[in-house]
């Protein structure tokens, strides 16, 4: 008698201070919501287009190279992003799309033949960087070649 007694006070209780808060004054602490907030809420990504720079200075855009993967390291957190490893040639340009803003460390890794060295060269990734094709475009210098 006395458990059924607490436990019919108990849900009286829970429901008096469930019903206590009205729909109304919920929907008005939310009423200027519109789920723009969740959109402010994400990072910002852009798309990468990776080159190679020669020794000479030339950018280079096209064809097949020594080049394992390329890869974006954010300064700020350490995170790695990288193109793909494939141990074997790739062509360039090459692509990564949705890299958060933030300033990086951009570099390649040796291919499969070991043909090439390859530098490393700091840069933000910003609206400030985007060209008109809507990609931030990355030269990875060569710094030795056989």
């Given at each position: 008698?006395?458990?059924?007694?607490?436990?019919?006070?108990?849900?009286?209780?829970?429901?008096?201070?469930?019903?206590?808060?009205?729909?109304?004054?919920?929907?008005?602490?939310y009423k200027g919501?519109?789920?723009?907030?969740?959109?402010?809420?994400?990072?910002?990504t852009y798309k990468?287009?990776?080159?190679?720079?020669?020794?000479?200075?030339?950018?280079?855009?096209?064809?097949?190279?020594?080049?394992?993967?390329?890869?974006?390291?954010?300064?700020?957190?350490?995170?790695?992003?990288?193109?793909?490893?494939?141990?074997?040639?790739?062509?360039?340009?090459?692509?990564?799309?949705?890299?958060?803003?933030?300033?990086?460390?951009?570099?390649?890794?040796?291919?499969?033949?070991?043909?090439?060295?390859?530098?490393?060269?700091?840069?933000?990734?910003?609206?400030?960087?985007v060209d008109s094709?809507?990609?931030?475009?990355?030269?990875?210098?060569?710094?030795?070649?056989?």
């Amino acid at each position: 008698m006395k458990k059924s007694i607490f436990t019919v006070s108990a849900l009286i209780g829970l429901l008096t201070v469930a019903t206590s808060f009205s729909s109304r004054e919920i929907t008005q602490t939310y009423k200027g919501y519109s789920g723009a907030a969740d959109e402010t809420l994400k990072t910002q990504t852009y798309k990468i287009r990776y080159g190679l720079l020669s020794k000479n200075g030339t950018k280079i855009l096209s064809g097949n190279y020594d080049v394992g993967s390329f890869l974006a390291e954010n300064i700020a957190t350490g995170e790695v992003y990288d193109t793909y490893y494939s141990g074997g040639f790739q062509s360039v340009p090459q692509y990564y799309h949705d890299l958060p803003a933030g300033t990086y460390s951009f570099s390649a890794m040796q291919g499969q033949g070991g043909w090439v060295g390859y530098g490393t060269i700091v840069a933000t990734v910003s609206d400030a960087n985007v060209d008109s094709d809507g990609y931030i475009t990355v030269y990875i210098p060569i710094i030795w070649e056989e």
